[in-house]
């Protein structure tokens, strides 16, 4: 069983920048691909980026491709989202996953909220 806590949310101007993180416990994490995902009110739940179990492949919405970085240190057991150029429509609750084989692990989400 892993647990994961996400952290570094907030309020920020639109152009601006925020560092996500998500501390994660359990075994043998560093076998886990990481990705983030996010959800506005009133939509569903979306893939922002992933990156494997070594960070070799790493991919990102089209969206954000450009303005967000997901990097992970799996000495640490923490995974890390940088989002610059901040805009509005990047408001959302955050959530970190990691996922290995048929289990799923979710964090309990940070909010990010981008104002014009």
């Known amino acids: 069983q892993l647990q994961l806590v996400e952290s570094g949310g907030g309020l920020v101007q639109s152009g601006g920048s925020l560092r996500l993180s998500c501390a994660a416990s359990?075994?043998?994490?560093?076998?886990?691909?990481v990705a983030w995902f996010r959800q506005a009110p009133g939509k569903e739940r979306e893939g922002v980026s992933c990156?494997?179990?070594?960070?070799?492949?790493?991919n990102y919405a089209d969206s954000v491709k450009g303005r967000f970085t997901i990097s992970r240190d799996n000495a640490k057991n923490m995974v890390y989202l940088q989002m610059n150029s901040l805009k509005p429509e990047d408001t959302a609750v955050y959530f970190c996953?990691?996922?290995?084989?048929?289990?799923?692990?979710w964090g309990q989400g940070t909010q990010v909220t981008v104002s014009s």
């Open positions: 359990g075994s043998n994490l560093d076998r886990y691909a």
């Open positions: 990156a494997t179990t070594r960070s070799d492949v790493t």
């Open positions: 996953r990691y996922s290995g084989g048929p289990y799923n692990f």
